[in-house]
């Protein structure tokens, strides 16, 4: 299957090249973009599983350059390295308070938004302030906000995370942990983590037909999370298999296609 090893190398080299490029560009533009509000906010629903009544929203952001959309996986992990991430995300963060404080005007049903936390915030000491600070300028009150935290962050930067975690935790914030059984799994780290949602990774629920092993662990890690007083959401369903399933093994919340995609905050605000 392989090729000669010097064709594999001019294959490799050019991808590198390709990837340079775009790079470059993306770091040449983002400022430019930030201000030309080219960054948009979309709103994915959550449903409770039992009932499939709309328990809140995720604040996903697009980069949406000359009509075409672009997906955060090929920018985030560009911003996460040169820093930016940090502006495009207290941008997002403002875009939520100003949807939530229109929803608090025209007397809409209010539902929290969850809005992401790279592993960069963490590296500065006032970010719990710095939301803070932003949060009351709009007057959104805390609990209407919740802060996704990957699990990730709580291996590389376990002090850090779990700090922030019980500041925003204290402060009244909604706080979830993301993509929870990604990665090599924190559950030594369950017991220190003072959250409220769990949202098990959507690899979980990458095919329809959970594997008996699958379905073992997914069900323990919510009855795990239950006695913990934890409340868990899936993330990634796509399929009423895997609904069933979910409600079956009472998982409190879901996230997926099989609901909704994320969508333009005009189309979300038709449902509540
Ligand atoms: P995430 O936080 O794990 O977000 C969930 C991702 O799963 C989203 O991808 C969502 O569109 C996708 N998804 C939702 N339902 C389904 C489903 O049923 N099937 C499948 N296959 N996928 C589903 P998206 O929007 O492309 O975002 C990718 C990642 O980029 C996010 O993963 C998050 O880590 C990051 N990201 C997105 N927006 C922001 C942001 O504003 N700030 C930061 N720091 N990161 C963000
Ligand atoms: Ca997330
Ligand atoms: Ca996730
Ligand atoms: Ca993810």
Redesign the pocket.
Known sequence: IKSAPHSTYCFFDINMQLNLQREAEINNTMEQALKDREFVV?L?PKVNLHDNSLVGA????RWIRDGIII???DF?PIFENNGF?VN??FF?YEEVCKILKEWMKQGKKLVPIS????RVHLHDEKFVDNIKSLVDSYGIPYNLLEL?L?ESIFLSNTEAALTAMRQLRGLGFGVSI??FGAGYSSLNLLKDMATDVIKLD?EFFGHDNMQREEQIIVSSIISMAKQLNMKVLS????TQNQSDFLRSVRCDMA????YS??IPVGDFEKLI
């Open positions: 979309y994915q995720e604040a996903l952001v997906m955060p996986g985030i991430v495009l995300d997002v809005i992401n936390v790279s996704e990957t993301d993509d959507k993330e990634g369903v796509e996230q997926g296609y099989l995609r994320p």
